[in-house]
């Protein structure tokens, strides 16, 4: 079965760096395009960028546009979040995503606090 786990979540200091990882197991990984989402206490679920299934092609929200590289090794079935200058308004629990056959699946989740 489809098996998505994220780690690299923590506390980080306002104009911080971390590196999210998703790894992916159950499925083809290769064959499909990735997503990350995050959603911060009290809100919902909100895109924050995608890779294509050959890492060549992403797209990111404007929010994020400029400072997050998302990426992929699809030889370790594994996404990546690079997320740099953080802000508060980064912070929240951030999910790896892929839209397989019609139906969407969801890791755990790993929490992202940004505090001084």
């Known amino acids: 079965q489809v098996q998505l786990v994220e780690s690299g979540g923590g506390l980080v200091q306002p104009g911080g760096s971390l590196r999210l990882s998703c790894a992916a197991s159950g499925f083809i990984f290769s064959a499909y395009g990735m997503k990350w989402y995050r959603q911060a206490p009290g809100k919902e679920r909100k895109w924050v960028a995608i890779?294509?299934?050959?890492?060549?092609?992403?797209n990111y929200a404007d929010s994020v546009q400029g400072r997050f590289i998302i990426s992929r090794d699809n030889a370790k079935n594994t996404v990546y979040l690079q997320m740099n200058s953080l802000m508060p308004e980064d912070a929240g629990v951030y999910y790896c995503n892929i839209d397989r056959r019609g139906l969407d699946y969801w890791g755990q989740g790993t929490q992202v606090t940004v505090s001084s």
């Open positions: 890779v294509d299934s050959t890492g060549r092609r992403k």
